[in-house]
């Protein structure tokens, strides 16, 4: 888990609660200088990025008066009334934040253990030992992949709540041995022709690290096109190994 700062703590108290709680009779501010104005700018670009960022804090939402009380006693030296020693405070978030995290993680594992316990029900899936699934939506003519090789693909990968992450725009090129598990082994099944769909554990995608906008512990789903192979060639080594890849050959279908 990320480690929180205090100052980041700090500051999502005092702009959650000023923008969450704005008075409907209050006048608009006057700005009489230019202090003034880069003050309110500053002002609006930091509630900006720390109300985006406790939004995605675990355990949340917070009681946003008492944080909005004590940043102001904080921040006007006003500690003798504190209901929390100052020393204690790093540690108390810190404790709480990875308590919630551990929660949410364990209700996305479940929630993706049930997605595939109900998704292997439908005949057209089948499973592999690792825990991969599957389906076959046109199965091609072509030859198969090894780790080693290149392959050429369309894809488009979603979560299982139809969440689209990622997808290709036009074929990319990859060496298969260098993916997540769950599509070294998935495209391994594939003829270059094919179009299949894996549904792929977490433990066969990004696991506790996630990626991007792929949350950790994401079960993840592809919709995967096999356009084409390109097997590595061996050849004597220059480097007193054995044997290299130093090309790849296309093979034809």
């Known amino acids: ?4 700062g205090f100052l980041l703590l700090a500051t999502a108290f005092s702009v959650s609660m000023v923008e969450a709680k704005p008075s409907k009779s209050a006048a608009q501010t006057k700005l009489t200088s230019a202090k003034d104005s880069v003050s309110y700018a500053m002002g609006m670009e930091f509630a900006k990025s720390v109300r985006e960022n406790i ?42 934040l990875r308590a919630a995290q551990e929660i949410e993680i364990e209700k996305t594992k479940a929630k993706g253990k049930l997605f595939l316990d109900e998704n292997k029900k439908n005949p057209n899936v089948k499973v592999t030992a690792s825990g991969l699934q599957y389906e076959v939506i046109k199965e091609g003519n072509g030859i198969r992949p090894t780790q080693n090789d290149k392959v050429k693909v369309n ?7 139809g969440t689209e992450f990622d997808s290709s725009k036009e074929p990319v090129v990859f060496e298969l041995g260098k993916v997540i598990p769950g599509w070294t082994e998935g495209l391994q099944l594939m003829r270059s022709g094919s179009k ?58």
């Open 196 to 253: 299949y769909k894996f549904y792929i554990p977490q433990e066969l995608g990004y696991g506790a690290r996630g990626a991007g906008s792929i949350p950790p512990y994401s079960v993840l789903i592809f919709e995967v096109e096999l356009l084409d192979v390109a097997k590595a060639q061996m050849a004597p080594a220059s480097n007193g190994a054995k044997f290299q890849f130093p090309a790849y050959q296309r093979i034809e279908r």
């Open 55 to 96: 939004s995605h804090l675990p355990g949340g939402p917070f009681n946003e008066t008492i944080l909005f009380e004590a940043f102001s006693k904080v921040f006007t030296n006003d500690t003798t009334t504190l209901a929390i020693k100052q020393n204690q405070t790093g540690d108390l978030i810190q404790n709480y």
């Open 1 to 4: 888990m990320k480690k929180i």
């Open 155 to 161: 894809y488009k990968g979603t979560l299982t709540d």
